[in-house]
């Protein structure tokens, strides 16, 4: 099982970033998947998820009405669409296979996103 995150950078406050994570290695289709943060200093903060069925999406009050999260099943790929965003998003961003309940049984390597004027 592979998770391979892409998209992180710099951007400034109100800006926007679109995260991908690339998976492999087991059926993407069938999972649930979500986006964990980690900010400096502090614990991984869930951020949403997606489950593998209808595509119902779920997401923390903290992004909910900025962040989008996708999946395209053909391509094996999960999308995290951040807009308006604020200092306070800037973390390590992690795509994790979640096997229900939050429970992560697979993590990328993260992609860095600094939101810094």
């Known amino acids: 099982v592979q998770l391979e995150e892409s998209g992180g950078g710099m951007v400034q406050p109100g800006g926007s970033v679109r995260l991908s994570c690339v998976a492999s290695?087991?059926?993407?289709?069938?999972?649930?998947m979500s986006w964990v943060r980690q900010a400096p200093g502090k614990g991984p903060e869930w951020v949403s998820s997606?489950?593998?069925?209808?595509?119902?999406?779920y997401y923390a009050e903290s992004v909910k009405g900025r962040f989008t999260i996708s999946r395209d099943n053909a391509k094996n790929t999960l999308y995290l669409q951040m807009n308006s965003l604020k200092f306070e998003d800037t973390a390590l961003y992690y795509c994790a296979r979640d096997q229900g309940g939050s429970d992560y049984d697979y993590w990328g390597q993260g992609t860095q996103v600094i939101v810094s004027s």
């Open positions: 997606i489950n593998s069925g209808e595509g119902s999406t």
């Open positions: 290695g087991f059926t993407f289709s069938i999972y649930e």
